[in-house]
């Protein structure tokens, strides 16, 4: 029983650690990206680096299931699902609200995922939410309010809705990568789903919109911007859906919230960007808060 209980907390500090590595890795990205926007369509950026990185795991998912033996262990259709809807649509109506709403809203209205992934993790995964853990939450979202308080409005505009939208799809993505990971397919497989079903959708989007000329007119700097950006999201998703793999996703995506923390350092060390008083204090309460769910054990209702 002693051996289980240690290989089930290695599992545990395993997957903390990748996840919280992804959100070094993202608090980074936020920074990095804001030079590559501006440079390349966000839609473009988003499809070709997608297409990239999928056909990558592509060849890693074949890799692990010819030493295992195994691929296909739940149907194709659930994969598919996870791509359309966390790889291609969400990515749209985000790119498609930012266009009509400012980039400090939308990156303060997503920064509310381990809302609905939590809510979604307890009632279709089981997963069993502590007092304690729930409680950081808490202080981890007040936190995120005191660093993002200029961007917070009362006013709802059609960007900040579809950004919401695009949020929720996520949690729902999300959802059900843990729950394919849970019924043993593998997390790189769950990965591949989730790039390559989702840069076709994408690609599909940019057909439609008569996009299709921004790919045919990509020079040197521009494909530069989206290799460099493709880098840090392939390690992003690596380590977000390997983690995800040993640990529960209420705490996977609360840990993320770390991740404002890392952007508003790097902003100020990087871009000369002003930090004010609340956003320290914000600051130290989602570090304390990442501390306490951190040390959470991922457990299942009995």
């Known amino acids: 029983?002693?051996?289980?209980?240690?290989?089930?907390?290695?599992?545990?500090?395993?997957?903390?650690?990748?996840?919280?590595?992804?959100?070094?890795?993202?608090?980074?990205?936020?920074?990095?990206?804001?030079?590559?926007?501006?440079?390349?369509?966000?839609?473009?950026?988003?499809?070709?680096?997608?297409?990239?990185?999928?056909?990558?795991?592509?060849?890693?998912?074949?890799?692990?299931s010819k030493s295992e033996k195994k691929f296909n262990k739940v149907?194709?259709?659930?994969?598919?699902?996870?791509?359309?809807?966390?790889?291609?649509?969400?990515?749209?109506?985000?790119?498609?609200?930012?266009?009509l709403t400012t980039s400090g809203r939308a990156a303060f209205i997503h920064k509310t995922l381990p809302i609905y992934a939590t809510l979604?993790?307890?009632?279709?995964?089981?997963?069993?939410?502590?007092?304690?853990?729930?409680?950081?939450?808490?202080?981890?979202?007040?936190?995120?309010?005191?660093?993002e308080l200029t961007n917070i409005s009362s006013e709802m505009k059609i960007g900040d809705l579809l950004i919401l939208s695009a949020t929720v799809l996520w949690a729902i993505e999300t959802t059900l990568s843990k729950k394919a990971m849970l019924e043993k397919e593998s997390n790189w497989v769950v990965t591949f789903s989730r790039m390559f079903f989702g840069a076709l959708v994408l690609f599909a989007i940019i057909f439609l919109l008569g996009k299709t000329s921004l790919l045919l007119t990509l020079n040197?700097?521009?494909?530069?911007?989206?290799?460099?950006?493709?880098?840090?999201?392939?390690?992003?998703?690596?380590?977000?859906?390997?983690?995800?793999?040993y640990i529960n996703l209420s705490k996977a995506s609360t840990i993320l919230l770390?991740?404002?923390?890392?952007?508003?350092?790097?902003?100020?060390?990087?871009?000369?960007?002003?930090?004010?008083?609340l956003q320290i204090i914000g600051s130290l309460l989602i570090l304390i808060g990442t501390y306490f769910v951190a040390r959470t054990k991922s457990e299942k209702k009995k």
């Not at 149907?75 to 266009?99: C, M, Q």
């Open 1 to 64: 029983m002693k051996k289980e209980e240690k290989k089930q907390d290695l599992k545990e500090t395993r997957g903390t650690l990748l996840i919280l590595l992804t959100a070094i890795i993202s608090g980074i990205s936020v920074v990095i990206n804001k030079f590559f926007v501006a440079a390349v369509d966000p839609l473009i950026l988003a499809a070709v680096r997608a297409l990239f990185i999928g056909i990558i795991f592509l060849f890693i998912s074949l890799y692990f």
């Open 75 to 99: 149907s194709w259709k659930y994969l598919v699902s996870i791509g359309i809807i966390g790889g291609g649509i969400a990515f749209w109506l985000f790119f498609s609200g930012l266009k």
């Open 120 to 147: 979604l993790a307890i009632i279709f995964l089981k997963e069993k939410i502590t007092k304690k853990q729930l409680i950081a939450m808490v202080v981890m979202l007040a936190g995120l309010v005191l660093i």
């Open 220 to 245: 040197s700097q521009q494909l530069l911007y989206i290799f460099i950006s493709g880098v840090f999201l392939f390690f992003y998703v690596l380590t977000f859906y390997w983690g995800l793999k």
């Open 258 to 277: 770390l991740a404002p923390v890392i952007s508003l350092g790097l902003g100020f060390i990087w871009l000369n960007e002003q930090i004010f008083v």
